[in-house]
Structures are given as structure tokens and as C-alpha cells.
Nanobody
Framework: QVQLVESGGGLVQAGGSLRLSCAAS????????MGWFRQAPGKEREFAAT???????RYADSVKGRFTISRDNAKNTVYLQLNSLKPEDTAVYYC?????????????????WGQGTQVTVSS
């Protein structure tokens, strides 16, 4: 059974940084495409970042240059570094894993999801 557990969320001031972690079990992150999505109150869940099996990365335009996705195969964990945070980055952040090999940006392409971690950015 695949489990994804996010951590690292919290309350931060605008301009600050956080690092989110997604610990996987039942599946290796190196054999998966991994993604981060986020959902703000009253809005649809949206793509933020993805890393493919080969290490290719893609980012939403809204986070490009500020967020960085990475993975540690030895720890079977994926990270999302959030820098220069803005109040509009406030959301629940979800980790996801896909059986497909390529960098993926659509929710429907992912097979497994974590429970999410809350990020709140104050102005």
C-alpha cells in the first residue's frame, strides 16, 4: 500500500521560506513521477511542481523561480522548497505520486495522494 505523508507546513511571514517534505512508503520516489499541488480556500486544487523519474522538473508559472522540487532517493522523500512566499501562496499543499514516467501537471495523471499540509503566509 502506497502512503505519502507531508510535513513542514506552518505559518510564515511574507518573504519567508518553508521546506515541505513528502515521505513515501510502499513505493520508491525514484521510480515515480512526484508532484506537489495546492488548494486555497474556495479554489480548485492546482499544480505547483513536478519531478519525473529522470529528474526533469516543471513548475507552475505562479511559483517558477521561487519554489524548487527535489528528491532524496536514500530517504525516499520528496521536498518542495518555498522561498519568497506571498500571501497568495496560502493553501493546503498536497504531495502526489504517479506511475507514469514523465513530468506531469494534471491531477488526473496522479495515482496516489497524501493528506496535505497547511501553509499560511501572513502579510
Amino acid at each position: 500500500q502506497v502512503q505519502l505523508v507531508e510535513s513542514g507546513g506552518g505559518l510564515v511571514q511574507a518573504g519567508g521560506s518553508l521546506r515541505l517534505s513528502c515521505a513515501a512508503s510502499g513505493r520508491t520516489v525514484s521510480s515515480s513521477t512526484m508532484g506537489w499541488f495546492r488548494q486555497a480556500p474556495g479554489k480548485e486544487r492546482e499544480f505547483a511542481a513536478t519531478i519525473s523519474r529522470s529528474g526533469d522538473t516543471r513548475y507552475a508559472d505562479s511559483v517558477k523561480g521561487r519554489f524548487t522540487i527535489s528528491r532524496d532517493n536514500a530517504k525516499n522523500t520528496v521536498y518542495l522548497q518555498l522561498n519568497s512566499l506571498k500571501p497568495e501562496d496560502t493553501a493546503v499543499y498536497y504531495c502526489a505520486a504517479a506511475n507514469r514516467p514523465y513530468a506531469l501537471i494534471y491531477r488526473s495523471q496522479y495515482d496516489y495522494w497524501g493528506q496535505g499540509t497547511q501553509v499560511t503566509v501572513s502579510s
